[in-house]
Structure formats: C-alpha cells, structure tokens
C-alpha cells in the first residue's frame, strides 16, 4: 500500500489542528455543516456537470490504483528482458511463444506473442503504445477530476464568505450570538475550500500524474526490450540501452536495493 498519500494527509491535518490549539484555538470551532454543505455540495455538483459518468466512474479505480500500487522492479524487468533476448538469439523468435505461457504480465505477454508471430516492427510498436495512452488516459482522467476540485473549492470558499457576509449586514440588529454564527460561517467556508484545494485536491492531482508517469516509463521500458528481441539486437546492447533508458547503473542498483528492502 502507498502510505505516502495517508502520511501527507495526516500530516497536513495534524499540524493545522495542532497549530490552532496552540493559538488557544477550540476545535469544536472548526465545525460547521453550514460551510461544509456549501463548500462540498457546490465542488461536487462543479464536478458532476464538468465531467461525464465514464470519467467519474474512473475516478475511484484510479484512486485504487495509485494507493494499491506495487513499487516498480526496473533491475528485475531489464533481467527478464535481457533473458528472453538470449532465448530469442538462441532459439529464435517462435521461443517466444512458448516464453509468453510463463508471463504473468499481460502487457509482456502480448508484446511477446506479436513479437512470435514476427509482425513489423512499427506495427508492433503502434499497437502497445497505444494501449500505453489508453492506460494513462483513464489513470489521468482522476487527476483532471482533482484539479477541477482544486480549482473549484476555494470559489465556493468565496461564495460562502459572501452568504455569510450578507447575513451578518442583514442582521446587524440581531443579538451578538447570532452574527458570530454568520461570521463563524462566513471564514469557515474560505477556509474549508483552501484546505481541501491544497491538502486534498491538488497533491492528489500531482501524485495521480507522477504514478501515471511511472508506469508509462515502465511499460515503455517494455516496448524498447521487445523491438529489440524483434529486431535481432544483441543481448548485451539491448540491455546497456535499457539501462540508460532507465537514468544509468545508479538507477538500477536503486530498484535492486528497493526490492531487498
């Protein structure tokens, strides 16, 4: 599990109610389901008229993914690619056929059995690329979603210090009580919307996009490996360009260290 995401959240939270006890703060002050209606129900309904369902719907597997995912083997995946090289050099590119029954990996395995078939090397690089952009645009989907949300929260944030605004003016006659309410909702409603666009949000946006990264990085690390067994390349070179197609050895001897930890 990514306890990444958990950790800065709890973080985030933490030393914002810490730093208001401190300030001789009453948490109980910090509640309102008034500015939390407005705030939520206005950045929720912002999204459901901006985005369409199949969006939405990918929203929550998205969010699974990033917090679900496995670390990235980068040395494990150069030795795999590097054995079926030799396989292939060995035995030819039929071997490969057989190689893919072993692969769990449903990306490799494809790539595998295209590159048995000894399809063109375009052809081959087209077709997985493509499932590439298709995978990063339904993980990146949620991260549009996040930056509407950050976006959004802080103007609902507005508009409810505005209600609260126009309440106390039309109130000034009203008992003390009753316009610290209106007060009360007026900053709670500004400070709900920045503290959701800028601890939930807009970090939960940028991590969606750097996951996405990464496993683009990955399965294209994929692709390089297999055009080069299509392409008869020598085992030895496939890998050195691997390697650097990854940021050098020091890269590699990360993800090893990585996996041993």
Do not use: W
Request: charged share 20%.
């Amino acid at each position: 599990m990514n306890f990444n995401i958990i950790i800065g959240l709890l973080v985030a939270v933490l030393s914002i109610i810490f730093g208001f006890y401190l300030d001789g703060g009453n948490f109980a002050s910090l509640y309102s389901p008034t500015a939390l209606l407005i705030v939520l129900g206005g950045a929720l309904g912002y999204i459901v008229l901006g985005f369409p369902l199949n969006v939405l719907a990918q929203f929550p597997r998205s969010i699974k993914f990033i917090l679900f995912r496995k670390k990235k083997d980068y040395a494990s995946l150069i030795d795999k690619l590097y054995y079926l090289a030799n396989i292939a050099r060995r035995e030819g590119i039929l071997a490969m056929e057989a190689e893919a029954e072993k692969i769990d990996d449903p990306f490799i395995k494809k790539g595998l059995l295209y590159v048995a078939d000894g399809v063109e090397p375009d052809f081959l690089k087209e077709v997985m690329e493509n499932e590439i952009a298709a995978k990063m645009r339904d993980i990146t989907a949620a991260a549009r979603v996040c930056d509407a949300g950050g976006a959004v929260c802080p103007a609902m944030g507005l508009i409810g210090t505005v209600i609260g605004m126009v309440n106390i003016l039309l109130n000034l006659s009203a008992d003390m009580s009753v316009l610290g309410v209106s007060v009360g909702t007026a900053f709670l409603t500004t400070f709900y919307g920045v503290f959701l666009a800028n601890v939930f949000f807009l970090p939960l946006g940028s991590h969606i996009r750097l996951c996405a990264e990464d496993e683009a990085g990955y399965m294209q690390l994929i692709v390089t490996g297999l055009l080069s067994i299509l392409e008869g390349e020598y085992p030895a070179r496939m890998r050195d360009n691997l390697i650097a197609e990854i940021g050098g050895p020091e890269k590699l001897k990360a993800s090893k260290e990585q996996k041993s930890a």
